[in-house]
Each structure stands twice: as structure tokens, then as C-alpha cells.
């Protein structure tokens, strides 16, 4: 394995570990930035109401997203097992 292909390889997985997390992250982000505009409105400042919402919505862009998130995974795996006698 040379050194090009190890960094392509870390590359590859760091890209996908961001795009499997980034509808979390950005839901998470719209929910909170929601939640806190809403209470800086209303002069609430409940720490529990910015977690509920927050967590609900997660879960429910997870529920969504799963079947993109096991088929990048897939392919993923694929082509690392597919690349695998390149490296070693």
C-alpha cells in the first residue's frame, strides 16, 4: 500500500462519515435554530423545550434517511472489500 492510496483511502472514509451525518447534524441545526428563535420571541427560556424538538427530529430525519445512509454504507463496504487485494 503506498502512502497515496492509504490517503485516498482515509479520504473516502472521512467523505462518507460526513455524508452519513450530515442530515442529523443539519436537522438537528434548522430545529435548534428554530426552537431558540421562537423562545428568544416568546421571552421562554425552558432548556428542556430546545431538546425535545431537537431529539424528535433527529429521529425522524434518521427514519427517513436510512435507506440512503445503508446503501452509501454498501457501497462503501463494496468498494473498499472490492479494492482490498490493490492494497494489501
Do not use: C
Not at 54 to 74: E, G, H, S, Y
Amino acid at each position: 500500500m503506498t502512502p497515496e492510496s492509504a490517503l485516498d483511502m482515509f479520504r473516502h472514509a472521512l467523505l462518507t462519515a460526513l455524508l452519513l451525518a450530515s442530515p442529523m447534524l443539519g436537522v438537528g441545526l434548522v430545529v435548534g435554530l428554530v426552537v431558540s428563535i421562537v423562545q428568544a420571541v416568546t421571552s421562554v427560556q425552558e432548556m428542556t423545550l430546545t431538546f425535545i424538538p431537537k431529539m424528535l427530529a433527529v429521529i425522524l430525519a434518521v427514519v427517513i434517511a436510512l435507506p440512503w445512509m445503508l446503501r452509501l454504507m454498501i457501497s462503501y463496504a463494496g468498494s473498499l472489500f472490492g479494492n482490498l487485494s490493490a492494497w494489501v
